[in-house]
């Protein structure tokens, strides 16, 4: 007498299969998407970097001159990108340029402690870290700074604006 078994399922051996696939697949959305979040941020990094160049002309037109800021030591840059902020803000037509960068960029930490708001506006990149503004009497044009992702200064990922 010989008894039938029913094979419905699945082996372990399938089903391990399956899993490992869906682990390959999702690392590699993983990864994808977040070149494609780094590329992003590149981007509007870029966007902002050209925009405060727009401003910065603008305000050389109106002025004759770039706002100036000889110190070139990263450590001090909320002071720089406050120092070119107030600047860019003081003449109409660069303060208009720099209107059309995003909100997210720039962010007044100083407001909520009774400083008047936009009195002490800095410029952010995309990762959160502020912008080093650079110039010095008789360079050709300012340059702007960002840490880049790792968010450290004088690192091989930092990005300037020319």
């Not at 008894?3 to 399938?14: A, Y």
């Not at 720099?98 to 410029?123: F, H, R, W």
């Amino acid at each position: 007498m010989s008894i039938r078994r029913n094979k419905d399922g699945f082996t372990l051996v399938e089903i391990l299969v399956v899993v490992a696939l869906i682990a390959i697949l999702a690392t590699l959305v993983v990864g994808v998407a977040g070149r494609i979040d780094a590329q992003a941020k590149e981007k509007a990094l870029e966007s902002t970097f050209t925009l405060l160049d727009s401003a910065l002309q603008e305000y050389r037109r109106f002025t004759d001159k770039f706002p100036e800021q000889p110190e070139n030591n990263p450590a001090n840059a909320a002071a720089h990108s406050e120092l070119l902020h107030h600047e860019l803000n003081s003449v109409p037509d660069s303060r208009s340029v720099l209107e059309k960068i995003d909100n997210s960029s720039i962010k007044n930490e100083y407001g909520a402690s009774g400083t008047p708001v936009g009195t002490s506006a800095e410029i952010y990149d995309p990762w959160g870290t502020v912008l080093d503004y650079r110039y010095s009497t008789g360079e050709n044009f300012p340059v702007m700074m960002s840490a880049g992702p790792d968010k450290v200064f004088g690192t091989t990922d930092d990005m300037k604006s020319k």
